[in-house]
Nanobody, 116 residues
């Protein structure tokens, strides 16, 4: 069973930076993504990286967030810079394997709170 464990986050001042990490118990993932969910809102994607390293970001974080992955270590990261109070949310990592169907695996989430 694949398990994902996030770390990092916490309380950060507006304009500051932090880095989230996600460690996987397995490997061979095709797509890695970070999502976030603020209270009362839906879970939204904030960064995606393919196996080949192609990345994608929504406009709300483009230029501030950077996703990266270390396939050899089965770890990936989300570097968040120029943080804003509206970035406050629980952040989740997700790993996807395309095989006989689509298999998604989620971490438990880590809180990021940006103070103004």
């Amino acid at each position: 069973q694949v398990q994902l464990v996030e770390s990092g986050g916490g309380l950060v001042q507006a304009g500051g930076s932090t880095r989230l990490s996600c460690a996987a118990s397995g490997g061979g993932f095709d797509v890695i993504a970070w999502y976030r969910q603020a209270p009362g809102k839906q879970r939204d994607v904030v960064a995606v990286i393919s196996r080949g390293g192609r990345t994608n970001y929504p406009d709300s974080v483009k230029g501030r967030f950077t996703i990266s992955r270390d396939n050899a270590k089965n770890m990936w990261y989300l570097q968040m810079n120029s943080l804003k109070p509206e970035d406050t949310a629980v952040y989740y990592c997700k790993a996807t394997i395309y095989g006989a169907g689509i298999h998604d695996y989620w971490g438990q989430g880590t809180q990021v709170t940006v103070s103004s």
